[in-house]
Structure formats: structure tokens, C-alpha cells
T-cell receptor, first 116, second 116 residues
């Protein structure tokens, strides 16, 4: 089945560091990928939509200069958390849909980001 | 996007059948119903998807009445490993679940606890 891979699975770093998270579609091409954030005991919240070859679109309240998204190829989207602070600590998850009729979205296994 | 309502939590015992119902009163004609399972510190995993009547796969069944205003996920003979949060999502999958950017909107989900 369709697989979406995220890397790294866990990051621990100091405040002020920029962190890059990769999301790859392993066996299909995805013109659109999505980035979510999930705080403990809460549901997933959509942050932004990553569009291949164009700018990402961000949800209300999500700072585009803070969370940089690059979708340079049909199989890779990256999320960079710039100058991360402890309040950015969260579980970040990406998803993509196989561009075939009636196919659902598939999610990566997430990245646990901890800012000290 | 159609708003969904699910029970916050459910308890069951090993070997029992579990039915989780989701209400989606304003479902649109093009909307599909999709269920995901999420374990702690993992991304959501696709379980089943349907449009009407009944859909069955190797892990679950999905029952959708004629008016499509609700759906029921049925898990046969649950085990301890089925303890997870289950999300019901409704949207136009051909537009990545609709919305201005075509995205999945997660509700609070149902936390299923399976006891021995």
C-alpha cells in the first residue's frame, strides 16, 4: 500500500535552533502534501498545505515565516521550524493522497520535536 | 466540510465487537466517509472508507444508512492492541476532502479502551 515516510522520528534540540523535517511519498507522486501538528491529548490540527512547485498555503494563525515549507519534488516536502522555542515542542505529522480515484490520505509516522 | 460528532470515549473487553458511531448531518453529495486509527506517538492509520451502504475489509466494517447522516465503524472481536483513538472524517476525497485548500479536518475522535 501507499507509504508516507517522515524523518527524523524524534528531534531534541536547544532553543533557537532551526529544525527540518522531511516527508516523502515512497511509492507514489504527491502534488499536495499536508502538515499537521498535534499537542498531547489533542487532535491533529492542520498547519499548512504543501503544493509542489508553488508556495504553501497556511492555516489561520500559523506563521509562514516560522514554519517554512518547501515542496521541491513530487515525492518530498520539508517543514523547517525556524528559531524553535519550547512552545514549538509538539508532534508534527505529514500526509499525502495517492492521486488515484477514491484513494484516501496516508500519514507519516510523525516527528516528535522537543525544544529545550 | 461536514462536521462530525463522535463519542469521546468507549470501553470494551477483548473478544467483543465494538461499534463506534459518527454523526455528520451536513454531509454533501460528493463526500466520502473515512475512518482512521491513531496510536500514541504515531500518525493516523487508514482503516476504511465508504460512500454508502456497507463496506468491509480485513479489519473492519463500515455501515452507512441511506440518508448518510451517520456512519458506524464496526470492529469485530477487538483485542488489547485495538486500544487507540479512532477518527471519523467526512469530505470530498477527490478534492482532498474539500475546504478552501482541500484538506482533512480532524475532530476530537473516540478513545477506545479495550480491557482484558
Amino acid at each position: 500500500g501507499a507509504v508516507v515516510s517522515q524523518h527524523p522520528s524524534r528531534v531534541i534540540c536547544k532553543s533557537g535552533t532551526s529544525v527540518k523535517i522531511e516527508c516523502r511519498s515512497l511509492d507514489f507522486q504527491a502534488t499536495t502534501m499536508f502538515w499537521y501538528r498535534q499537542f498531547p491529548k489533542q487532535s491533529l490540527m492542520l498547519m499548512a498545505t504543501s503544493n509542489e512547485g508553488s508556495k504553501a498555503t497556511y492555516e489561520q494563525g500559523v506563521e509562514k515565516d516560522k514554519f517554512l515549507i518547501n515542496h521541491a519534488s513530487l515525492t518530498l516536502s520539508t517543514l523547517t521550524v525556524t528559531s524553535a522555542h519550547p512552545e514549538d515542542s509538539s508532534f508534527y505529522i505529514c500526509s499525502a493522497r495517492v492521486p488515484v480515484e477514491n484513494q484516501p490520505q496516508h500519514f507519516g509516522d510523525g516527528t516528535r520535536l522537543s525544544i529545550l | 466540510l461536514a462536521k462530525t460528532t463522535q463519542p469521546i470515549s468507549m470501553d470494551s473487553y477483548e473478544g467483543q465487537e465494538v461499534n463506534i458511531t459518527c454523526s455528520h448531518n451536513n454531509i454533501a453529495t460528493n463526500d466520502y466517509i473515512t475512518w482512521y486509527q491513531q496510536f500514541p506517538s504515531q500518525g493516523p492509520r487508514f482503516i476504511i472508507q465508504g460512500y454508502k451502504t456497507k463496506v468491509t475489509n480485513e479489519v473492519a466494517s463500515l455501515f452507512i444508512p441511506a440518508d448518510r447522516k451517520s456512519s458506524t465503524l464496526s470492529l469485530p472481536r477487538v483485542s488489547l492492541s485495538d486500544t487507540a483513538v479512532y477518527y471519523c472524517l467526512v469530505g470530498d476525497i477527490e478534492r482532498n476532502y474539500g475546504g478552501s485548500q482541500g484538506n482533512l479536518i480532524f475532530g476530537k475522535g473516540t478513545k477506545l479502551s479495550v480491557k482484558p
